[in-house]
């Protein structure tokens, strides 16, 4: 009966040392089995709309000088540096996927992100074109 109050308690001020931080305005730690179970650090998240890209540009060169695949895991973000990794979760599945920004974009007014093919199928926004998301800006 101990060790099943040791582990209960032990939960509760895991969770609560999560919880505080993201009250305080600090970034708040998430385990990603994309990053190997690493504790990843989220320093913010936006929700808005996304859409997808790829048949017309696959093969081009995105704004980061590197060769579009509209099979990989990439997407375009309007001000995020190149590089940054960010987690998109499709809030009509709850999908998710990880993705490094590597072109410009969207054009389109509303849109907060343009995800490559690839990562538009593994949250599930194929068919639809656009799907709301919930955005979350990872630090390594």
């Known amino acids: 009966m101990n060790k099943t109050l040791s582990l209960l308690v032990g939960l509760a001020m895991f969770g609560a040392s999560f919880s505080t931080a993201a009250i305080a305005g600090k970034p708040t730690k998430t385990i990603d089995a994309t990053f190997n179970g690493e504790g990843i650090s989220i320093l913010r998240t936006e929700r808005g709309l996304a859409s997808w890209y790829g048949p ?3 093969g081009n060169r995105c704004a980061n000088g590197e ?3 509209q099979y990989g895991l990439s997407a375009a973000h309007r001000t995020l540096p190149f590089g940054t990794r960010v987690r998109v979760t499709n809030l009509n ?6 993705v490094r920004i590597n072109d410009r974009g969207p054009f389109i007014r509303g849109r907060i992100i343009d995800l490559s093919k690839g990562a538009a199928q593994e949250i599930g926004m194929i068919a639809s074109g656009i799907a709301p ?3 979350e800006i990872l630090a390594r």
């Open 133 to 135: 998301v919930k955005v």
């Open 93 to 98: 599945n709850n999908r998710s996927v990880v």
């Open 56 to 58: 017309g540009f696959h």
């Open 67 to 69: 060769i579009y695949n």
